[in-house]
């Protein structure tokens, strides 16, 4: 049971370059999530996923594009990276039940954009 | 939308004391308050978790207090470890959205 997995762990674009990075579950989750993490800012909803077929936008979406062509993965794209996009990037997963909402974290993708 | 504010950012704390991370947050609708430790390189992990029907939660070392009407929540860590050195992050469920908002995280030290 991998749980969340990202790819790739760490990539270098140069300003203009365009990136997709993956994110695949295997709990059967409904829900998933991408975030980016800067310092001093915790972690921002930059877009979500309520189920196959459906995304929605975070608090952060502008530069970004998402795609859930199947349940299990959650696909965040770069169409043409800067420098401001440098930054650690997460994928969650979830179920809810009820009031909850409890996520499990990918490890991360490490981003830099020169 | 969700708004939530943590503090300290930084805490620095003997083995064997006691730690306290506090949090406010916004959107009385909310009613899910989870809390999520990272370690170096790793993503966050689901610590503990508290529903607005319930004014405290403990597991084993943590514990969380929820104030609803004031609208801030608290975590507790006793005794604490050098393993327990880590950031910590609070969210808030946006019921909106139904997604988390995280407050902007606390890097904890114990100091041996």
């Known amino acids: 049971n991998a749980g969340v997995t990202q790819t790739p762990k760490f990539r270098v674009l140069k300003t203009g370059q365009s990136m997709t990075l993956l994110c695949a579950q295997d709990?059967?989750?409904?829900?998933m999530y991408w975030y980016r993490q800067d310092p001093g800012m915790g972690l921002r909803l930059i877009h979500y996923s309520v189920g196959e077929g459906t995304t929605a936008k975070g608090e952060v979406p502008d530069g970004y594009n998402v795609s859930r062509l199947k349940k299990q993965n959650f696909l965040l794209g770069l169409e043409s990276a800067a420098p401001s996009q440098t930054s650690v990037y997460f994928c969650a997963s979830s179920y809810s039940q009820g009031s909850m909402n409890i996520q499990y974290f990918g490890a991360g993708t490490r981003l830099s954009v020169l | 939308g969700e708004n939530v504010e943590q503090h300290p950012s930084t805490l620095s704390v003997q083995e064997g004391d006691s730690a306290v991370i506090k949090c406010t947050y916004s959107d009385s609708a909310s009613n899910y308050f989870p809390w999520y430790k990272q370690e170096l390189g790793k993503g966050p992990q689901l610590i503990i978790d508290i529903r607005s029907n319930v004014g405290e939660k403990k597991d084993q070392r943590i514990a969380v207090t929820l104030n609803k009407t004031a609208k801030h929540f608290s975590l507790h860590i006793t005794e604490t470890q050098p393993e327990d050195s880590a950031v910590y992050f609070c969210a808030a469920m946006d019921t909106g959205r139904r997604a988390l908002t995280f407050g902007s995280g606390t890097r904890l030290q114990v100091q041996p």
């Open positions: 709990m059967n989750h409904e829900y």
